[in-house]
């Protein structure tokens, strides 16, 4: 479309947001924009804010393609529809709506409370903010057939979302995704929402709930004993702001650490995050806070949860005592293998026990699983998948954990999404069970790397934003398709997996027991030597994300930082060879 095409569709299509239909102080906006900035008035009415297989994310604003009162709307009269139609024989439908600390996250939570009761739904609304895996235990616990969180996660504070949940606590997906997509897209004009609330219908849910939910998260303590000998341990942890606030330091209470330590400044819930650049335990200057007040106050374990805790980033001591932040590969082997390894140690495996992990998630875990004895799924990038599989086998195969690289972890089957309340819990409780046996988290990394080999991962994400930045990220996967190169640090490429094609699907369904896997715009490269890539879009940023992967032995702990040295210098080679620096 031509810039003056462009500009005469975007002012017709904001021009209709001048209705009085829509609320003055929106109106207001938009006659700013159209006077004032053409720019951000393009970026907010040149397209629809997609739903996507997740729901809704993006910046907030007045504009079709804005997350406010009516883009929310919309998408929730949508779902609404959808429901009705594949719940049609229930006398009442329930759904359970949760928010984050995000601003605006209360009015947003309220209007899809008020528009899912004047359809007719018994609507469980907590009162406050809560965590993310709170909203998918409550979904599970009331019977409801779904289920929605406003929350953008780890994004920006300019952002906000809307994450819609299926009767079995996990996000939606197949074939339900495409579906609720469709019903959405069929909502025209706010015109077809029901904003007359029926607050009969909406219940309110308060801490008693809160109470039900953590007592659940102690029953899957492993090591209370060990506890109880290592309860004064000191654990830092900060909730960035956001949910986790208070239902953290609740379960690390009823695991029964006494010794916990907060970062004041980052204690009350706040949508501007003023005390970090961004909410996100991934990037590292996020966590400088509380390793400051850490090294005050000598923590052995930083915890730190992102705004709808639904992930969390962790910081240990090196053999040096310096602060060392982990990734989240590294997390999730620590993890897991503490909890299977007191899995063993009880007595528990039987034989059909199983975890989970995303396929660009370190392979580690798989050896790791291997040893012990238990399944291994791969799946999909997103944590819904990892539900999915938990729903397939369940009464049939014991779900112990899952992980994705991406900070988010779980262990039970209660909740069905990443849940960094449980993961502070355990990570806490494998520190104590470590402390106990004269270790830290750090002495036993080194030690799973010198048993299995010492894997490394890192991520790169290419940002690139607004519609053009949409349009280069597609390009970018369109080259690596049509020209993947034949060899990587002079290692033969020797195979490469497209999820958007039906060969590779086949070949990964195979590997990974038969589970299969859905289309998605995924590719994966390996190469002689072990190297792994992975590429994909970000399906919630504007950003494209890259995934490399390499492994060497560890002959000693006095080899760890050569070895790693070396590892990094393979993948910074990669990088600049790909020309992503």
């Known amino acids: 479309m031509e810039h003056s095409d462009l500009k005469a569709f975007v002012r017709e299509k904001a021009g209709l947001w001048l209705s009085e239909k829509y609320d003055a102080k929106t109106r207001n906006k938009v006659r700013d924009l159209m006077e004032h900035d053409e720019q951000e008035l393009i970026e907010s009415f040149y397209r629809e804010l997609e739903f996507g297989t997740g729901g809704l994310r993006g910046i907030m604003g007045v504009g079709t393609n804005r997350i406010n009162i009516y883009t929310i709307g919309m998408a929730t009269q949508g779902l609404s529809n959808y429901l009705k139609k594949e719940f049609r024989d229930i006398p009442q439908i329930k759904v359970a709506v949760a928010h984050d600390s995000r601003n605006n996250s209360r009015l947003f939570a309220e209007i899809t409370a008020s528009i899912f009761s004047a359809n007719g739904f018994k ?115 900060t909730p960035l702001h956001g949910s986790g606030v208070k239902l953290v330091p609740m379960a690390l209470e009823k695991f029964g650490f006494t010794n916990l330590i907060t970062v004041p400044e980052q204690n009350t819930p706040d949508g501007n995050f003023p005390t970090v650049r961004s909410p996100n335990p991934e990037d590292a200057s996020t966590l400088s806070m509380a390793i ?69 998630t370190t392979d580690l875990l798989s050896d790791i699983a291997q040893k012990f004895k238990v399944g291994c799924y791969n799946v999909l990038t ?36 990443k849940d960094a309340v449980i993961s502070c819990a355990l990570i806490a409780e494998a520190a ?82 038969g589970t299969g896997f859905p289309k998605s715009d995924v590719l994966q490269i390996f190469t002689r030597d072990g190297t792994k890539i992975s590429v994909r879009p970000s399906g919630t940023e ?22 790693n040295a070396r590892l990094d210098h393979k993948i910074d080679t990669i990088i600049k060879e790909l020309n992503l620096e």
Request: with cysteine; glycine share 6%; aromatic share 12%.
């Open 382 to 417: 997103g944590f819904k998948y990892i539900a999915d599989i938990i729903r397939k086998f369940e009464d049939r195969k014991t779900f112990i954990a899952g992980g994705e690289e991406s900070y988010g972890y779980l262990a039970g089957d209660f909740v069905r999404d």
């Open 123 to 237: 609507v469980y609304l907590f009162d406050d903010l809560r965590p993310t895996p709170e909203l998918s235990f409550a979904i599970r616990y009331f019977r409801c057939q779904g289920g929605v969180v406003i929350t953008a996660s780890h994004n920006p504070k300019e952002y906000n979302g809307y994450k819609a949940y299926w009767n079995d606590g996990g996000q939606i997906i197949a074939p339900h995704d495409k579906l609720i997509i469709r019903e959405v897209q069929q909502i025209k004009s706010i015109d077809d929402v029901n904003f007359e609330s029926k607050k009969e219908n909406i219940e309110t849910i308060g801490h008693e709930f809160d109470d039900i939910y953590t007592n659940r998260i102690t029953s899957l303590s492993l090591s209370h004993d060990i506890i109880k000998k290592q309860n004064r341990i000191k654990i830092l942890y």
């Open 432 to 513: 104590a069970y470590e402390k106990e046996n004269g270790k830290t988290l750090y002495d036993k990394l080194i030690g799973i790397y010198r048993e299995y080999g010492f894997y490394k991962e890192r991520l790169i994400s290419v940002v690139r934003k607004g519609k053009t930045g949409t349009e280069e990220i597609q390009q970018m996967m369109y080259n690596f398709r049509k020209n993947p190169p034949a060899s990587i640090n002079n290692s033969k490429v020797v195979e490469i997996l497209d999820y958007l094609d039906d060969e590779s699907l086949e070949k990964a369904r195979v590997r990974n027991n």
């Open 292 to 360: 400051e007040k850490a090294k005050e106050t000598e923590a052995e374990l930083i915890l730190a949860t992102d705004p709808d805790a639904d992930r969390v980033g962790i910081v240990v001591r090196d053999h040096s005592g310096e602060y060392l932040i982990l990734n989240g590969n590294q997390v999730a082997v620590l993890l897991i293998h503490y909890l299977l390894n007191r899995w063993t140690e009880t007595d528990r495996i039987r034989g059909s026990e199983y975890i989970v992990k995303t396929i660009v």
């Open 542 to 563: 504007p950003k494209i994300k890259f995934y490399f992967a390499v492994k060497d032995s560890l002959r000693s702990r006095q080899d760890y930082a050569r070895t």
